[in-house]
């Protein structure tokens, strides 16, 4: 199967690199736009379960499993609507929705206000990532695509963190404007948060063209069968790689989602205060490490072949963990920043592999659909899970430290089903079949 489908498609001239560039750079702003919109909520968790009178696991499943869920069901049809060339309307239509969505939530007025306006976040940011990876795709040569992949996907890591520096921006801002319009400062947030979106949509029109491929896509869409008889088959070390990082974003999403938190409860940090030490250590650390992980699997390629991935997501996540344990069991704040920091270096490493290898080996018709997959783990296992188990695990704990320990307790969990699926996806991919795959794809022609 591997084989008819990356020969279906043929090679073609690229996009002259100056606008494939601007489209990149237009790319990354939006990704940095979408997670400050989806993470905020995370920084605002005191006034708003103040004012709305929600539990913690209430806006935990607000932050994770309800977003996510809806996030990965709409971004498998997004993906298959992307694969068959339509890009910018989707783009557009989903930048929209997600910052008009953003606005709406400083209007809530209780628990299912804010989840439906959440609801509407979820649905427009899961057309991006799709998008961006057939238009990455589309724009460059199958030898130049891993720079502007790890760059966009880098965006991703570092705003896990960095989400938290522009929201504190965004609170200092508030607190200013909230007097002067006679409104609460969580509410002004939400709103300022909201209205980049809508800027950077207008610009999608003019750089994000349709797609070159699309009459030649249109004939060549693998059908969501065929997609799943792959996955079953030559494809099924993706799936296990997807599920494994799925694991590694538990912890993730699980620490970006109740860092803030920790600090402003257990730590006296202010809300502002909180956000920018959060970022501050996690931003820097999640760059290095998402620089440094696809080169230290490159460089270990030569003696153990495509088992390198395995071998570094196996590694970041042993290594991430444990930092981050030792830095929760210090109890000081100095060596918490620091855990937090290792942790993000390692773990933000293991989280781009996936995007690098859907670019190298996978069959170019399900490109698309093979990043919502990814997605679909992350969100669901990542999202979906982590800041649930965290809060839950605090909440029946009890006490001061319940943060600390629900962090304690998911990053032990995390990083054995995480080292578990890497080593199920090393043996996978040392099949014999799994070569075979691997072969014909790397001989596909470009698209």
Request: neutral net charge.
């Amino acid at each position: 199967m591997p084989t008819d489908i990356d020969a279906s498609v043929n090679g073609s001239p690229k996009q002259g690199s100056l606008l494939a560039w601007s489209a990149v750079t237009l790319l990354c702003a939006l990704y940095v736009m979408s997670f400050v919109d989806r993470m905020i909520l995370a920084l605002l968790v005191q006034p708003i379960t103040q004012d709305l009178g929600v539990s913690d696991t209430e806006v935990g499943v607000l932050i994770g499993i309800g977003f996510a869920l809806v996030y990965v069901l709409i971004g498998l049809p997004i993906a298959h609507i992307v694969d068959g060339g339509a890009r910018r309307k989707v783009l557009i239509a989903g930048v929209v929705l997600w910052s008009l969505a953003t606005i709406a939530s400083a209007f809530s007025e209780n628990f299912w206000h804010l989840a439906i306006a959440r609801l509407g976040v979820a649905i427009g940011e899961a057309a991006l990532t799709p998008v961006a990876i057939a238009v990455i795709a589309d724009m460059f040569p199958k030898e130049r695509r891993e720079l502007p992949t790890s760059i966009y996907m880098a965006v991703g890591v570092l705003m896990g963190s960095g989400a938290f520096i522009l929201g504190g921006f965004a609170v200092d801002a508030a607190e200013q404007v909230s007097p002067v319009i006679s409104m609460d400062v969580w509410r002004t947030t939400l709103i300022l948060v909201g209205l980049p979106g809508l800027v950077l949509a207008a610009l999608a029109a003019f750089l994000i063209g349709p797609a070159k491929q699309q009459e030649a896509s249109a004939k060549t869409v693998v059908s969501a069968e065929e997609a799943l008889a792959y996955l079953r088959g030559d494809g099924l070390f993706f799936l296990l790689l997807f599920i494994c990082i799925g694991f590694v974003s538990m912890l993730a999403m699980g620490l970006v989602s109740w860092a803030p938190t920790m600090l402003i409860r257990e730590f006296g940090f202010e809300v502002s205060q909180a956000g920018f030490a959060f970022g501050s250590v996690g931003m820097p650390a999640a760059v290095l490490g998402t620089v440094l992980a696809p080169i230290v699997a490159k460089s270990l390629s030569g003696r153990f072949g495509h088992s390198s991935t395995p071998l570094v997501i196996g590694a970041c996540s042993l290594i991430g963990s444990t930092l981050l344990v030792l830095g929760l069991a210090s109890g000081s704040t100095l060596f918490l920043l620091i855990g937090v920091a290792g942790m993000m270096l390692f773990l933000s490493g293991a989280i781009v592999m996936p995007a690098i290898v859907i670019q190298i080996l996978s069959p170019p018709p399900l490109r698309a659909r093979l990043m919502a997959m990814n997605l679909l783990c992350l969100g669901l296992i990542g999202q979906g899970m982590g800041p649930v188990i965290v809060a839950r695990i605090g909440e029946v704990r009890g006490g001061e430290g319940g943060l600390s320990f629900g962090l304690m307790i998911t990053a032990m969990l995390s990083a054995t089903l995480a080292i578990s699926f890497a080593w199920l996806m090393h043996r996978r991919l040392n099949a014999p079949e799994t070569q075979r795959s691997l072969a014909a794809a790397s001989e596909a022609p470009s698209v």
